[in-house]
């Protein structure tokens, strides 16, 4: 499995990026997959989630200002995000379970990308 991000970079605050996340060598149908972001000195956590059906989850945070779509034949998943605030600077991870039920704690999701840095100032 391999997990390639891309669409990261420096914005001003109020501004847009829209991620992407492209997933190959899945096997597994309709896995749960989500976006995750980490801070220097922080723990990894929870952004938004997409059950294979199309359930999303998202923490409140960005509630109202992130958005969490997916190309499901292509496992292709994206994360628009609009009104950016530089708390929102992060790594941002992109990551799948194979398995059943998509959680929330990053120890329940086997593949990750490499990131991406997302900087707003």
């Known amino acids: 499995v391999q997990l390639v991000e891309s669409g990261g970079g420096s914005v001003q605050a109020e501004g847009s990026l829209r991620l992407s996340c492209v997933a190959s060598g899945i096997t597994y149908k309709g896995p749960c997959m989500g976006w995750f972001r980490q801070q220097p000195g922080k723990e990894r956590e929870l952004v938004a989630t997409m059950e294979g059906y199309g359930r999303t989850l998202y923490v409140d945070s960005v509630k109202g200002r992130f958005t969490i779509t997916r190309e499901k034949d292509k496992n292709i998943l994206y994360l628009q995000m609009n009104n950016l605030k530089p708390g929102d600077t992060a790594m941002y991870y992109c990551?799948?379970?194979?398995?059943?039920?998509?959680?929330?704690?990053?120890?329940?999701?086997?593949?990750w990308g490499q990131g991406t840095q997302v900087t707003v100032s």
């Open positions: 990551a799948v379970r194979l398995n059943s039920g998509c959680p929330i704690r990053p120890s329940d999701f086997s593949e």
